[in-house]
């Protein structure tokens, strides 16, 4: 999957790709202007040929560029309207109890109503999933294998999926066996037994700041603490504020989100990978990976997971097929290195086995190739939606408002203006059958009330469009 | 489905069981005799002919009775041979803490292979249960709700299995509404997400003894402590044993397994059921109900849950479809009373949402009237292979074993001589390719060093029989 010849390409395309999103962002080049030609840029950066071309597809996909035919590529009109980035995070640097469980649920549980216009949770839209293939692939399954489609596949989990798991971990630069790997009832079980197996009530662990509410509800549910840190919109978390923690408080763990946190979009660069593993090295901390939208990246290569950097074990890598193929189904998976003994363990007294049929469908549907064809598909789908509404929030969104650039996955994090209660927002919005969610979900603190999260996993629509409108006109868009 | 006219007729039916059972039993009637008429009996003991008449078909499928043409009934002539049955259990009156979890694993890992004689996990056969039927049922979903089949269900979890669920629990006493029930991942989930609404770490937990190593893992996995009480093999747990125990101990919760006790087979009567409900009343402390196999009856009545004589919301009533319909699906719930919330907060934070095909499968197959179809012939051949297996270790088991006498499920307790040890004896027959469950995995104490707990979920057979042939030589029948 990796069309970049070795890894300083992949490191020079980064750059080229951060370069020109910087000129543009800052407005060094303007709408309209004609960037340098592959050519020029090649020889001035010392890159080749083909990796500038596709730093530039990947900025044209994200909207900033565009290629007029024999002309060369141009800073798109409308570029320069998406509003400005947030900033790097400044958290409060003290533990603290959890206590976001009971506003989630009500939240999720809102979102599920078809009649409610989808910007709440992340959820891809099954427009996008391929619905009738797996359907088809399952009952195959059921007709064939039906006894032991019904029967228990007690943890690890089934080997036909473990294998996949493996062979697909080269992708992300591990070398995963099948026997790392335990399956478990989506992404959420993973952490939880995770989560469990490296830390007890009471323990401080590390999180990015933002971070993904399931996070703090793990967290919160075993009576942990969590710790913010620092994290940039588009590297992740800030490596010398996390240093200054471990340094000044007994981390027990880490939960991050490296590649396209959820909420930031935010993906770290492999030289910062390479030092976090280290830094939590000297002292043995654990790392939790949550690399739920790894697959999900909008540039030519798939970023590499931090565990393909861990040479001790400590970082207990989690994902799931939930994100990207089928939520329902409830699959997800971990290889949790040198605690993969605790892991199975607790997996046997939290839920006994994962369902069968469906870790027996995508398996199938893995090895059929099928599922890459469907990858390609979606990243193309998310990454236009993002950019989508990322205009859309440009243009009905009040002044001040600023917003994420992800390079994958399918959220925004946006930050409205100071005077907006996001939570508030939240509650007129759903009169409006309109669900986001609320920023304060996305912190132990609750902090960031004049932030939102929004959900790009819908094909772009006029609903859409118009629910867009209404909540611009609900954070005080005149 | 129950076919007795009146609570006080199914009463009387338990009293002519017991008696004619106990008249067997004792040797006061000797295998030939003839019995008492139904007519007789019914004059004798003030009880319609119908119930007598159901009685005696329950001692019939127990194989203590059998009806000659013309002639009336006649205790068999193998019924002596059946072993006695093991005496009230005598645990320690202190709480413990647990550490089962490894061993489990291990015995569950090794009995799903397929070349292993089954009689460690209890697990029914797939040659018992409804395989193409449910795979046919998953198959038109998915072709006629494919999206919904993809998508999350989040908690409380599939309204129209919920609803399926509501109207069964009429036959067990209850009044549930769709409202008070979350679906989760199997039993083992239901019994997590309940025993983590009530208590904390370190809380003392009241459970049966022997009780179910998964009761005992769930435990130990939330750093509870175990307090066992002495259970009766046929009555259940010892209601004086209990009320001392709450007396002297600050116990946090129960969790029992009235109906069918795993491994004893016991089941409460009614009047304890009430009893149980008002002394735990009394102190508030939550019953959390394990009620797995409360539809697999030998009688002709569904036995009641302790729920149904709840008149507090103390009672967190958890069952699954895992023992009689498809344990692969992993699909189980809870009616957690007045911890519904939290529970379903909990169940947010453990796994997310349970699968949704399976949830949707298995209501399409209640609503349908299949499952009731089924499980007719399920209690059937399970009563049937409970009987040849007890037959079969009163044929090839040492002098001095005991065996229970179990009414519904499909497991026997098995108390060996005192010399046997057997974890050694579990050894021994894996390594002649049999599976058993060493009685030590029963007890937070590790008691019952000289006990073992056959599976009976699978039909009889030539391999069966070898197999407790081989069993008996290793426990050192000569």
């Known amino acids: 999957m990796n069309n970049l010849s070795s890894r300083s390409e992949s490191y020079l395309y980064e750059q080229v790709v951060e370069k ?16 340098p030609s592959v050519r020029r840029l090649s020889l001035q950066m010392h890159v080749s040929i083909s990796t500038v071309l596709q730093a530039y597809l990947l900025l044209e996909s994200r909207g900033l560029i565009e290629a007029r035919p024999q002309s060369g590529y141009y800073v798109k009109v409308r570029a320069e309207k998406i509003p400005p980035e947030p900033r790097t995070s400044t958290p409060y640097a003290s533990a603290t109890p959890v206590g976001v469980g009971e506003l989630v649920s009500k939240v999720l549980q809102a979102a599920s109503h078809p009649e409610i216009v989808p910007l709440g949770a992340g959820v891809p839209s099954p427009d996008l999933l391929p619905v009738r293939q797996l359907n088809h692939v399952m009952a195959a399954i059921g007709r064939r ?4 489609a019904i029967g228990y596949d007690f943890p690890p989990g089934n080997e036909g999926l473990r294998r996949q798991i493996a062979r697909r971990s080269l992708d992300w630069g591990c070398h995963l066996s099948t026997d790392e790997i335990v399956t478990t009832c989506g992404g959420m079980e993973a952490l939880n ?10 323990d401080t662990i590390v999180i990015e700041s933002p971070t993904f509410f399931g996070v703090l509800q793990v967290i919160e549910s075993l009576k942990m603490k969590a710790l913010e840190i620092a994290t940039h919109p588009r590297d992740g978390i800030d490596l010398e504020a996390l240093e200054r923690a471990v340094k000044r408080n007994k981390v027990r763990a880490c939960i991050l989100i490296p590649n396209f946190n959820n909420p930031l979009g935010s993906c770290m660069p492999e030289k910062n990978k390479k030092s976090l593993v280290e830094i939590l ?3 043995e901390i654990p790392l939790i990976e949550d690399d739920i939208y790894g697959d999900l990246y909008f540039g030519v290569t798939r970023p590499k997971t931090v565990k393909a950097f861990d040479k001790h074990g400590l970082v207990l890598l989690c994902s799931s097929f939930s994100k990207n193929l089928a939520p329902g189904y409830r699959v997800g998976w971990t290889a949790p290195g040198r605690f993969k003994f605790k892991v199975e363990q607790l997996k046997f007294m939290n839920t006994l086995a994962t369902a069968s049929l469906p870790q027996m469908t995508i398996a199938q549907f893995l090895d059929s190739g099928g599922y890459d064809r469907h990858l390609r598909r979606l990243r193309k789908s998310l990454a236009t939606q993002v950019q989508r509404i990322s205009l859309a929030i440009s243009r009905y969104f009040p002044e001040g408002t600023r917003v994420t650039r992800p390079s994958g996955g399918f959220v925004l994090w946006v930050e409205l203006p100071k005077s907006v209660n996001s939570l508030e927002l939240h509650r007129k919005a759903l009169r409006e059958k309109i669900s986001i969610i609320p920023g304060c979900l996305f912190s132990a603190k609750k902090r960031y009330q004049n932030f939102i999260r929004l959900s790009c996993g819908h094909p772009w629509s006029d609903r859409l469009e118009q629910a867009l409108i209404t909540l611009g006109r609900l954070a005080g868009k005149d």
Chains 1, 2 share one sequence.
Not at 20 to 35: A, K, S, W, Y
Not at 145 to 148: I, L, S
Not at 193 to 202: D, E, I, M, T, Y
Request: glycine letters at 18%.
């Open 281 to 283: 090295a000297r002292r």
């Open 145 to 148: 294998r039906g006894a032991a």
């Open 20 to 35: 020109m999103t910087g000129l543009i962002g800052q407005g060094v080049l303007r709408p309209g202007d004609r960037i």
């Open 193 to 202: 037994l995770c989560l469990r197996a490296v830390a007890n009530p009471g």
